[in-house]
């Protein structure tokens, strides 16, 4: 069964500070794919990105960058300099390759608070 | 940017009653799903569908759940008899491809009170 913990349930800095968002997966498949969802506070979900579980390079996009190390089972997200628009909640989610309708199973969420 | 639309952004309904949520995913997306996110928990997978059938389901969708695409645009979610369980804010996605798990792209939900 598939599983994805994000034990920082909070995590609250102050603006300019850089942050990385904890992701840890449990699958049985040799092939899945991982994802991270950005939910502000205006509730929509938005894809940031995903990862297929062959492709350990780690990805950086503007101040965002990804570390997957399949050693650890870890997805990690960090941000860099960190603005106000950055809060939100974010979740990692991760989909089987094995399984017929691409369920994406979801962890708990970092709510992410940037203070000015 | 295409996007996943879903209506009403609020739906207030009495318990017992039946309620369709609706949607209109991204136009060449093969892949539909539902979610739904109870208030400030973990977003929950509910069904996902392909090719005019049901793909996968979650045990949350019992038999008082069904989808439907009733026409080439819109897809629906309706709860036959809700509860008050079922309040929750519930998220349509689509996606573009049959493999390699495409992302899913979300609508902005539609926030379901049952009273």
């Known amino acids: 069964a598939q599983k994805v913990t994000q034990a920082q349930t909070e995590i609250s800095v102050v603006e300019k500070e850089d942050v990385t968002l904890d992701c840890v997966y449990e699958?049985?498949?040799?092939?899945?794919?991982l994802f991270w969802y950005k939910q502000p506070p205006s509730g929509e979900l938005v894809f940031l990105i995903r990862?297929?579980?062959?492709?350990?390079q780690n990805e950086i996009s503007g101040r965002y960058s990804w570390n997957f190390q399949k050693s650890t089972s870890s997805f990690n997200f960090t941000i860099t300099a960190s603005q106000v628009v950055d809060s939100a909640v974010y979740f990692c989610?991760?989909?089987?390759?094995?399984?017929?309708?691409?369920?994406?199973?979801f962890g708990g969420g970092t709510r992410l608070m940037v203070k000015p | 940017e295409p996007e996943v639309t879903q209506t009403p952004s609020h739906q207030v309904t009495q318990m017992g009653q039946e309620v369709i949520l609706r949607c209109v995913p991204i136009?060449?997306?093969?892949?539909f799903y539902w979610y739904r996110q109870i208030l400030g928990q973990k977003v929950e997978f509910l069904v996902s569908?392909?090719?005019?059938?049901?793909?996968?389901k979650s045990e949350i969708f019992d038999d008082q759940f069904s989808v439907e695409r009733p026409d080439g645009s819109n897809f629906t979610l309706k709860i036959r008899s809700t509860k008050l369980e079922d309040s929750a804010m519930y998220f349509c996605?689509?996606?573009?491809?049959?493999?390699?798990?495409?992302?899913?792209?979300f609508g902005d939900g539609t926030r379901l009170s049952i009273l």
């Open positions: 996605a689509s996606s573009e491809d049959l493999g390699n798990n495409q992302p899913q792209h």
């Open positions: 989610a991760l989909s089987e390759d094995n399984n017929a309708g691409n369920m994406l199973t």
């Open positions: 569908f392909y090719n005019n059938e049901i793909s996968e």
């Open positions: 136009s060449n997306h093969l892949y």
């Open positions: 699958t049985r498949d040799t092939t899945y794919y």
């Open positions: 990862r297929n579980s062959f492709d350990e």
